[in-house]
């Protein structure tokens, strides 16, 4: 897990793209504000040489920047595949960080940034299909989006080293998962957010963020979400979307079980695959894969490029 952590911090630190990322150097992508009022969001476009192309709309890890999936969008595009990411609030670029009274959970990311990256991907590409590609919590939220949003239709979804963070799915790891999970709803709660930079874990949060996923640890499912209280599990059992994923070797936050866990909380079919190895044979985990993001891209362009 460390050296997981260890490259999400050199990777968020490092957003040039150098020659030897692809084959193919591809222009810069075009920057775009989505109108979220405070969450003031932005979104980078990679354009495919085909406008009609599947979209792939990026959503990222928990704590993880847009700029460290520059290089699988850039891959996706190379491959075909018109490709997008978002800056999710307290991230990156983000003008916004997680203290006391700057709060965010689950539904203000899928009713705001999602939305408005969806929204976004319709308005610059009116042809093409559009999936959302979801990335470990980025997963989560995908579906969360799809489930609520049905006027905001997608041919599908992705999960790459996505899955559920119920305990029960990672064995001996259980007891000090439901642990971390207890850790993590006592910091929300005590100083109003999650701050994961002192842990090396999800950077700051917002509190409710991380209390609805410290429930979803304890439980295997998601509590009541948002102010008003939506239950989300009723509109994600009537989900039908096919779910493609892609399980990681050497994947500690999501091992196979906890992606078809989190898989199985919708109607649709799941297709599963595994990817064992990137950048001369390394395992790839929950991260390594973003600094060598081919074999993904291909995998994905396999899927999704005949739309």
Do not use: C
């Not at 018109?82 to 959970?105: F, H, K, M, Q, T």
């Not at 610059?124 to 990335?135: F, I, R, S």
């Not at 080293?161 to 709660?189: C, K």
């Amino acid at each position: 897990m460390p050296d997981d952590i260890l490259v999400v911090a050199a990777m968020a630190a490092t957003t040039g793209h150098t020659k030897s990322d692809m084959d193919i150097r591809l222009s810069d992508p075009e920057p775009h504000a989505l109108e979220l009022g405070p969450a003031r969001a932005s979104a980078w476009l990679h354009r495919a040489a085909d406008p009609e192309a599947p979209a792939l709309l990026i959503v990222p890890a928990l704590g993880t920047p847009a700029g460290a999936y520059r290089r699988l969008a850039e891959a996706l595009a190379a491959h075909g595949l018109n490709a997008l990411r978002v800056e999710l609030r307290g991230n990156g670029e983000s003008p916004v960080r997680a203290r006391r009274g700057i709060d965010w959970g689950y539904l203000d990311l899928v009713d705001d940034e999602l939305r408005a990256l969806y929204a976004l991907a319709r308005a610059e590409l009116p042809d093409a299909p559009p999936v959302l590609l979801g990335h470990s919590l980025g997963g989560h939220l995908a579906l969360l989006h799809q489930a609520r949003h049905p006027d905001q239709p997608t041919i599908g979804v992705a999960l790459v080293a996505s899955g559920s963070p119920w305990h029960r799915q990672f064995g001996a790891l259980s007891p000090l998962l439901r642990a971390f999970g207890v850790l993590t709803r006592a910091m929300a709660e005590r100083l109003g957010a999650f701050r994961g930079d002192w842990l090396g874990f999800g950077g700051a949060q917002g509190a409710s963020l991380m209390r609805e996923w410290a429930h979803f640890l304890a439980t295997g499912r998601l509590p009541p979400l948002g102010a008003e209280g939506w239950d989300p599990h009723p509109a994600l059992a009537r989900l039908q979307r096919p779910v493609f994923a892609i399980s990681m070797r050497r994947d500690h936050y999501a091992p196979p079980a906890a992606t078809e866990h989190l898989a199985s909380l919708t109607a649709g079919p799941l297709e599963l695959r595994r990817l064992e190895s990137v950048g001369g044979g390394r395992p790839p985990g929950h991260f390594l894969w973003l600094r060598h993001p081919e074999p993904v891209a291909r995998l994905l362009a396999e899927r999704f490029a005949a739309g």
